[in-house]
């Protein structure tokens, strides 16, 4: 389940501003007696919703004008310690103290649609804590709907949103409890939904950062392609932004990639490339010598979408071609990956943690990955962090996975630098 909230922002401002986040702005006890008053208020004050049950204090909110004017019950003790908690750290703008209270309890499978705040209803800022779970929240800039941000809001953390075009009036302190975040896809439809958002809508924002910070090539990819015979004809299948089109070599290389920016700035190397899902390859059956995915087949969420991505590359091999595929190791012991990550221990692993007997994605934060299917920070310069789905492979798994296409064999697979990387031919 993937939660999207859509925030409007003006026009002429390209990216979310005046966004900040608190990380534990409150502790598990304060947690525990808002818990306990909404619980408490749940079957006298709560009104049931089609994406969610909601309980207003101080003004109730009418969801037909979105205005908030009609007195309700007061705001509990409870709410208001944290409001004076607010002013006491000096986060309220103006001194304009919150006089209402919107309490929001998603139950599994619900969530905020896209939606468009009404700035007239609220003042200068909107804050939302998140109470029970963490939340992963996409901000859509509706003047450039390309342009998407990914945010987790960790659990008892708080989200403050101010932007000087808000109309001064009533102003709103958000509750948001238990709502879902992303989940381990069952089947391939919703699987090619979690891509969408964690995969593809976020390279398509990362582009121009990825450029910058991946130019050096995996020692065993660049031994695979000198290995070849000169002029052999090579796909590079998931090629990014192109460092192994622009290797210096006697090679004729095409490559592929489904995000948009990456093949821009690929072509704009000099690179022969085009736009294109490693699902449905529109390059000739059996016309390559050979075909390379790099750190591409991670990114697929179910094993059958995976398997289709390595059936795909055997199709376009010719019979005798050889195949080069890498792919993120559930042990990153020893990788460059561990080492720059060196200052987070184990247990810096997000709240969103998965139990034994849940599917839903936690938000990787140590050294070492603790189950095979995570979301992964990336975070820009200056801007909030994007999350990207990523399967780890564990040992013999990617083998396996080759060898159940037919026509396939594996030649040979290492680790190297946290990175599976497997070699393997087309042999019928």
Known sequence: IIINIYFTMPSDIAMLKGLTIKKNYINDNEAKNLIKKIEDDLDDHSE????RTVIHYGYKFNYSSNSAFQETIPIPMEFIEIIDKLKKDNLLLMDEIPDQVTVNIYEESQGIPYHTDTHSAFGRQIFSLSLLSDVVMQFKNCSNPN??????LEKNSLLIMEDESLNANASLLSFMTSPNIATIPKEDDKGKLLESSYVQD???NIADDFDRTRYSQWKSVSEFL???QPYSLVYDVGCGNGKYLIREDNLIKIGSDLCYNLCQIANNKGCQVLQADILKLPFLLESADAVISIAVIHHLSTYSRRQEAIRQIGKVLKVGGKGCITVWAMNQQGSR????RSKKSDEEISSSKKDDDSDI??????????QQDMLVPWKKKGEQQFLRYYHMFVENELESLINSVEGLKVQNCILEQGNWIATFEKIF
């Open 361 to 370: 994605l936690p938000v990787h934060s140590g050294k070492q990955f603790k």
């Open 202 to 204: 976020v390279y398509e």
């Open 48 to 51: 049931v919703l089609k994406n």
């Open 147 to 152: 342009i998407l941000i990914n945010i987790l």
């Open 226 to 228: 000198t290995s070849l």
């Open 337 to 340: 990956y561990e080492l720059m």
